[in-house]
């Protein structure tokens, strides 16, 4: 029985996702215009962070905010925020890729405890509450049982435009690449995370990561039965901005050669 946190939070994640899908069209039809479809998709992320932010504050006027877009605010609860990524894998959108979700998380004293990942292209609602498992529409998710490295699959983002966390990322894919089945890059932290609560990825790591991207993911994968942790262990996963997640079984093994870099 989802809570009422939960309830508003999916309403208006399909509430933006609505108007994302809307925008997808017509940027599908902007990859051949001179101008491109830049300008356009940024107006998309604003538009969709706005129907959130306007849906979550007027339920929680009290809780803080935290938005990709329109960045942070402080509420009259020193004790809740939402983190809020209107539209996690905006260059697939840019691009016509249907593969962006919205992603919406709740934080209570530090700890994430309520997430929804929207993926409005596949029509897949990802949600969590702590607790209370992690589910894909109405079907409860656990992540992989895969137990070796050499038959699982990994996601990842690797750095680009300069990003520094390049060399170091390529370090990792350089000792990861010959020990498992493959490596995905497929631009949308949050779906990355959401599959692994899924069992569609076996593990997850990415570096020079946002609070927003990968929030949501974080309660879905630990309440699918998975760990996740910053891959500094000293740090806190939700701002560490590198983590690492994957089943029971796997991560151990994939946090050490991760952490080797
Ligand atoms: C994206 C992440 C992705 C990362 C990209 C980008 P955005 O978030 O979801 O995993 O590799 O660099 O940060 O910018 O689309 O919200």
């Known amino acids: 029985m989802a809570s009422a946190n939960l309830n508003i939070m999916i309403k ?49 006027p009290t809780y803080g905010w935290v938005g990709e877009e329109t960045g ?16 996690d894998g905006t260059t697939n959108f840019l691009h016509g890729l249907p593969h962006w979700a919205v992603s919406i998380a709740l934080e209570h004293k530090r700890e994430i405890v309520a997430a ?33 490295m050499i038959e699982s699959i990994f996601a990842t983002g690797v750095p ?29 932290a949050a779906l990355d995370m959401a599959y692994v609560a899924a069992g569609r990825f076996d593990g997850y790591w990415e570096r020079g990561i946002k609070p927003w991207d990968i929030a949501a993911g974080i309660l879905l994968v630990k309440e699918a039965g ?21 089943n029971a079984q796997l991560f151990d093994g994939f946090a050490r050669l991760i952490r080797e870099t």
């Open 12 to 60: 208006a994640a399909r509430k933006a996702g609505r108007s994302l899908v809307k925008d997808f069209r017509e940027v599908e039809n902007l990859q051949v215009s001179v101008k491109g479809a830049g300008d356009f998709v940024s107006r998309a992320d604003h538009e969709a962070e706005r129907i959130i932010k306007e849906e979550l504050r007027g339920a929680r």
């Open 160 to 188: 680009f435009g300069g990003a520094r966390d390049l060399p170091a990322t390529l370090r990792d894919l350089a000792r990861l690449m010959p020990q498992t089945a493959g490596v995905r890059r497929w631009g949308s």
């Open 226 to 246: 998975g760990f996740v942790e910053a891959i500094d262990p000293a740090q806190s996963a939700v701002d560490s901005g590198a983590l690492i997640a994957a």
């Open 72 to 87: 942070s605010e402080a509420g009259e609860d020193p004790t809740r925020r939402w983190l809020v990524d209107p539209l």
């Open 116 to 148: 929804v990942i929207f993926d409005p292209a596949k029509d897949e609602l990802f949600s969590a509450e702590k607790g209370d498992g992690a589910f894909l529409n109405d079907t409860r998710l656990r992540v992989s049982g895969r137990r070796t």
